[in-house]
């Protein structure tokens, strides 16, 4: 289930055109009972109307379109980058879309490195080599059976 803050907001963050202005992107079993629940409360705090999704999609299930609606509705999006983020396609997806929507409705993004340097996520080097070799078999593997 997905959370969202509902305090109300000053007018300077105005959700006008955005539905949120925060949304959390994030692999939940890595950070989300630690780092990201406290960033989430601090922003939360009356001042950030915030989006965060708290389930676990099961492996090879799509992202659902409230996802995405949040995604394409929010002015800041937040990447936390951690140890296994990049090992699930939907996090890529996610950041496929939300580096998207910061080309094309300017949507403001901010990194966070978590236990993570930032040269490894972009070099793809350590744990982010190790995710986007498995994610390559993968993807041929799928080429295999759809050929046959």
């Known amino acids: 289930m997905a959370t969202t803050s509902g305090s109300q907001r000053p007018s300077s963050f105005s959700t006008s055109k955005w539905r949120y202005n925060v949304f959390l ?3 939940g079993e890595d950070t989300h009972k630690s780092f990201t629940n406290h960033l989430y409360w601090a922003l939360d705090r009356g001042i950030m109307k915030t989006f965060r999704d708290n389930e ?11 996802i995405l609606k949040a995604i394409e509705g929010s002015r800041i999006a ?15 997806e996610e950041l496929v879309k939300i580096m998207k929507c910061e080309k094309e409705k300017g949507q403001k993004v901010f990194p966070i490195f978590y236990h993570v340097e930032s040269s490894e996520v972009r070099n793809q080097t350590g744990s982010y080599k190790e995710a986007f070799r498995n994610h390559e ?9 759809i050929k046959e």
């Open 78 to 92: 937040i990447i936390i980058f951690s140890k296994t983020y990049a090992h699930s396609r939907r996090w890529l």
């Open 137 to 145: 078999r993968n993807a041929d593997e799928e080429r295999k059976k």
């Open 25 to 27: 992107n994030f692999r």
């Open 56 to 66: 676990e999609l099961p492996r090879g299930e799509e992202i659902s379109p409230d």
